[in-house]
């Protein structure tokens, strides 16, 4: 398509042009980050016809006013809520715990119980049921993990999702994806016969927060694990580069990165892990030659 093309404009309720569309993306790209392509358009317009509807507007230009008010930041969370996908469940890749369980937490927890420091950060939790399946690995392996200073840090830029994330209760189908010898870390007996609810103990390990990745992270470092998977495929190749950089300064020299299945390590930072599994990396410790320099 050259420059001097446009796509069809989509002949519906609300009038949403090329022109619209580019403006809404330019939100997305420097709030949240989003890389939104032109053949996004039809997915865009049906998710924000929505709040169009909602907030009784006529067209998309009144509510691209609407979030150009500094007094409706919620109204950016909505946006940034319609645009993204929360697609999560417990345990999810799988192979990623396996390795966790067997390559990497053995260290840890010998580290933790000779007084060290232990700091895990699920980037882009969603739903929590990522951190919750770290709290519950953590637990399987160490239970009384609750008495040394091991924390998991689950962060997200939506606070909505974080808003139920931090209820820690599910419907009782997403058991299946939980082994069954961490049930006992659950709550199965709630007043509600739908659902269950995450135990205190998993609870106690894992703090929420609002953070947006591609600003400022008002969080301290270094983190042994970071768990960022199937985030960075919203943003572009530059943005993903930079992501992968600051994730590397955030880890400690022998930390441990895992990505989602669709994504890969880019830019300078390849040079900084190697490859323990599927997706999984290891920060490559600095080399001290002979003379010890």
Known sequence: ????????????????????????????KSEFGLNLALSKKPLVYSRLAK??????????????????????????TELLSALTTNVTHFFREFHHFETLNT??????????????????????????????????????????????DIKILATDIDPNIL???????????????????????????????????????????????????????PIKG????????NVTIYFDAETQRHLWTRFQNALSPSGHLFIGHSERVTGTATQAFRSIGVTSYQKNQPTVNAAGN
């Open 163 to 217: 808003d139920r994330a931090c209820q820690a209760s599910y419907p009782k189908s997403e058991l299946e994806a939980i082994p069954d010898a961490m049930h006992r870390f659950l709550d199965l007996k709630s007043g509600d016969p739908n659902n269950f609810t995450i135990g205190e103990a998993a609870r106690n390990l894992v703090s929420f927060g609002v953070l947006n990745l591609i600003s400022d992270w």
């Open 222 to 229: 270094p983190f042994d694990v970071i768990f960022c998977r």
């Open 1 to 28: 398509m050259t420059s001097a093309q446009t796509t069809k404009p989509v002949t519906s309720e609300f009038p949403f042009t090329d022109a619209d569309f580019a403006q809404i993306a330019n939100v997305a």
């Open 51 to 76: 709040r169009l509807r909602l907030r009784k507007l006529s067209t998309f230009q009144e509510y691209l006013s609407l979030l150009s008010d500094i007094n409706e930041d919620a109204e950016k």
């Open 103 to 148: 390559t990497v937490l053995p260290a840890l927890l010998t580290r933790a119980k000779n007084g060290d420091r232990i700091r895990i950060w699920s980037a882009g939790c969603s739903s929590g049921q990522e951190p919750y399946s770290l709290a519950l690995s953590v637990l399987g392996a160490f239970p009384d993990a609750s008495r040394y």
